[in-house]
DNA sequence: TGCCAGGAATTGC
DNA sequence: GCAATTCATGGC
């Protein structure tokens, strides 16, 4: 079966694919303008584009539920406006980019588990070989049906031997800190479905208790787990690098100078990081 | 070749 | 408390 959505607003369905497909975990087709989404449940949705950025419309295929098309509508931020967060920038220092790139929405990962060991991967790794390895992970350790690799179970990554991840080119201590968080949601300390309905800040606390999830982390689990609109990961160096050049800079900015733009940005903090992030990628 | 990468923990003062 | 160091390896 298959739903039709249309929205009101402005939504570039092509950079929304562009970005996922930034992750090879991911089962973009952007030929096709279609991405097949592993659902929770176990069934594979594919959310198609048959409009345009103008006037966006979307096929939504598969055999799913109100309560999962609600998820999807959720996952690709198909529930809100963006028309109200560009016209919260037009004013700030943001205006361009946001010009430049506008209708780009926030669309979440498909996983909270997945995206919790993909942040801990690309901690302090160049972008290209930390997809490599969390391909490498997922391949080695998930799931695929149809084309569709879907994260491993916390379970099964729990009983590993750091050594295992080791061998495959991971660190000792970020093979430590994965297999540590997946056995404490394995065994249900950790439940990261609760932490939706936690505070930001509550969020974080939770998380960073982990060896292995810092701030930043923590921050891209609210921002990319579980679309949180108001948060910036101001140690990313991916958004330092962004501002350096948006701001003409010859260095990095400080902390103090980008905390600095938060009262012009708030409360939609993460769209100033996405559209940051969208600025310096090709 | 040496520095950097979408950090975090540990150590040193 | 905060800064410096360590971890670990591919990318450029």
Known sequence: MHIQVDLAYKYDFDLALARLSGDPVNAVDRGKRLVRVPMDEG????????????????????VLDEYQLDEI????????????VTRHFVDTDLAPIFAEHAGTPLVKSFSLYGTLMRSIVHQQLNMSFANTLTMRFVEAFGTEEAGVWRYPSPHRIATLDSAVLRNMQFSTRKAD??????????EGSLDLKKLKQLPDEEVIQVLTAYRGIGPWTAQNFLLFGLGRPNLFPFADIGLQNALQQLWGLDRKPTKEEIVARFPDWAPYLSYAALYLWRSIEP
């Open 43 to 62: 069934n594979i949705i594919a959310v198609r584009g048959i409009g345009t950025t103008e006037k966006p419309s979307f096929s939504i295929e598969g």
């Open 73 to 84: 509508r959720s996952i690709f931020h198909m529930d809100a406006s963006l028309e109200d």
């Open 177 to 186: 800190y994965m297999i540590g968080v997946s056995k404490a949601i394995a």
